[in-house]
């Protein structure tokens, strides 16, 4: 009995200590879900900041609070859309991506460096899609160029509102830069169908 009580009693005592958690790395792994789940939410917003900080590096030499300068940005941004949107159909790289800090830089001037340089690349569209009329070419075209340049000064328009000079004349420029890329690519459009025309009544 004696012998029985006192395994017992040591089983009893050893009972509390093998109960005790013991910190396994799964454990550790289970507990720290969150903490690793809180850590990738904050690698993603120093993605976002880094992202932000690189943007503002490039453009750490123009002020912004200038309405010239910030139509130089416009345009640079506006091309890089137009490149992004050419790249399927014409490769990487087709529309070189241009940045002139030393060129005039007002809404009219801007607007028609973005149109010359968008429709530049039609006659090359037009090669790699033949068997198509006039008009669904230049539909096609200027469907594709529109998407890059909507992005572009969507981009760039997010990167003034981010520096607060989105307002005043600044905003005014960007407004006045659009609606006139906007009359220039319908222009276009209306010269290619004159001269489509025109050639096909002279041949």
């Known amino acids: 009995m004696a012998i029985t009580s006192s395994n017992n009693?040591?089983?009893i005592g050893s009972t509390p200590q093998a109960k005790q958690p013991v910190k396994t790395d799964e454990n550790r792994t289970a507990d720290n879900?969150?903490?690793?789940n809180k850590g990738i939410e904050n690698s993603a917003a120093k993605a976002k900041q880094a992202q932000n900080v690189a943007i503002l590096k490039a453009n750490e030499q123009v002020s912004l609070s200038s309405n010239n300068d910030s139509l130089s940005l416009l345009y640079k941004t506006a091309l890089e859309g137009i490149n992004a949107e050419?790249?399927?159909v014409l490769g990487e790289n087709a529309a070189q991506k241009i940045y002139?800090?030393?060129i005039d830089t007002s809404p009219e001037a801007t607007a028609d460096r973005i149109v010359a340089f968008a429709t530049g690349f039609y006659s090359r569209y037009k090669e790699l899609n033949p068997g198509r009329s006039e008009q669904q070419q230049l539909d096609s075209f200027l469907s594709v160029i529109g998407s890059g340049i909507e992005k572009g000064f969507a981009?760039?328009?997010d990167i003034l509102k981010g520096l607060k000079v989105l307002e005043g004349e600044v905003a005014d420029?960007?407004?006045q830069?659009?609606?006139k890329v906007m009359a220039g690519l319908d222009s276009f459009r209306?010269?290619?169908?004159e001269l489509a025309e025109q050639t096909a009544l002279s041949g």
């Not at 209306?190 to 169908?193: G, R, S, T, V």
Request: charged share 30%; glycine share 8%.
């Open 9 to 11: 009693a040591a089983q």
């Open 177 to 179: 830069t659009y609606s």
């Open 33 to 36: 879900k969150s903490i690793d």
């Open 173 to 175: 420029g960007v407004d």
């Open 100 to 102: 002139d800090s030393g």
């Open 155 to 157: 981009d760039a328009k």
């Open 190 to 193: 209306q010269k290619m169908l």
């Open 86 to 88: 050419l790249e399927p």
